[in-house]
């Protein structure tokens, strides 16, 4: 999972992020197997810093309270170094505390949320050692106190609708590193231990039967700080054995049924008219579970908003139920950034990936964009804008994907699609164009699905012309003997269901329906 520039992401092939390149030097570290490079790592997480004293989750995008958990820990515990400019990191965990006592996602975040206040303890923990936080620890403890419901777990935050062993995995562990516990203590304890059946490992939710590894890592966590351990720890290490994968890493769900919602889409798009497809239906609906309004990537995880959208689509173009819009939209408002953006799952910063694949879904959904707060998401477009096209956060680079992305933002704010729109999209996006076919991420590099994906679904979408020869030449070089396609020419091996669902529509010569990536 390493890159080049001294990260590493959390699929190959990605670009690093803070949040895979922690996981992956922790797990190594505990290994013992030792972290390669130090100082390419260390010279990377230092591009993830910016200029208001956090740190982001890739270079250029907005400081958030996830991301600078993972780098303050990442200096500590993988690197044994102190965090650079301390003084900038204790100003920006100061200004996370909000009116009502709790910490929020970023300095003027417009809610609490006890993960935020786990990450911002636990970085200040990294960063300062045992030195008073500086916050108002009353009003603080008090606030994630308030969270706990009268079954004894906690949750989320004030408008949460359920108690949950993420959320409350979270807020033991805060209020650990801030020098106290729950309130009710006992109470919290024994609805930790009933979220384990006789015999099983844990899940998450009350009235949710199928225990995943995320449930265990919370219910683990928590018990372990409150002193206390499973009733039965030998079940659950069974369950997490059944977990690994034959190339030996890990997934949510014992593997015979560890389905996501990415690659269920992705078969339901690639599937034959006459192919019986109610299953993954059913399948994709039950991805929106009660307790969190937008569909999760696995249930038992968070909801995330490209599985949202790629759900969604799929379940228009097979013919399918749809699910339940207003539920979908007013997870989509309270996902809305402060400066307009969407990051892809509640508390990240903003991306132009994210940002679109919110306004798509609300396009796929029949919805307008005045269903969000347009002029707020209009500014962080315009703050993604140059004059060779669109960035993926206001600080990094342009790509053609990221571009295309933007034209149809645009679209879908102002309506544009004449001549005006046309003309823009030409001049923008044409020197993305290969000799190979297809559309290279940058000027002049080899060609990609992703990038000629998103190219010709802008294009179709303004009413562009889309040079059918050059994406037949593209498709003859990703499609493989067997059917499936390759991400590139260069690659020649199958890249998997998202792969072969994307090379598919392209290959029909049928409108694209809006699938980000």
Known sequence: MRN?????????????????TYYCTQALTDLGAGVPSR???????????????????????????????????????????????????????AGLQRPDGGLGWYPGSKDSDVRACYYAATAWRAGFGDAAPPWDLPALTGWLDGRQAPAGGFVFHASARADDLWATFRAVRALAALGTGPRREADCVDWITARQPPGGSFTRWDDYPDADVWAAFSAVGALQTLGHRPRDTGAVVAFLKECELPEGGFTYRPVAAAGDSLATSALLLASRADEPSQGLARWLHAAHLPYEDGVMYMPGRGAEVRCTLWAVSALAAAGHEQLDADRLVSWLRELQNSDGGFGYWHGRASDMV??????????????????????????????????????????????????????????????????AAREAAERLLSPYASRLGGYGATSRSVPDLVSTYQVVLTRQTLGSPVDQP?????????????GTYAWSPLGRRAGGPLAAALGTLLDRGTPLPALNL
Request: hydrophobic share 40%.
């Open 470 to 482: 050059a994406l037949e030449r593209f498709l003859d070089r990703v499609r493989l003997a067997d």
């Open 39 to 93: 100082p390419e790592l260390e010279q990377w997480l230092a591009t993830t810093r910016d200029a208001s004293g956090g740190f982001a989750m890739t270079p250029g995008q907005r400081a958030d309270v996830w991301a600078t958990y993972y780098a303050a820990r990442t200096h500590a515990e993988v690197l044994g170094t102190d965090v650079p400019r301390p003084d900038g990191l204790r100003d920006w965990l």
């Open 354 to 419: 994210a940002t679109a694949s919110a306004v798509d879904l609300l396009a796929a959904l029949g919805r307008r964009t005045d269903a969000l707060d347009a002029p707020a998401l209009r500014a962080f477009l315009d703050a993604c804008r140059t004059d060779t096209g669109y960035r993926h956060s206001p600080g990094a680079a342009v790509t053609a994907a990221t571009t295309a992305q933007g034209l149809r933002l645009v679209h879908r704010l102002d309506g544009t699609s004449g001549s």
């Open 4 to 20: 080049s520039d001294g990260g590493y992401a959390w699929q190959k092939g990605l670009a690093s992020d803070v949040w895979a």
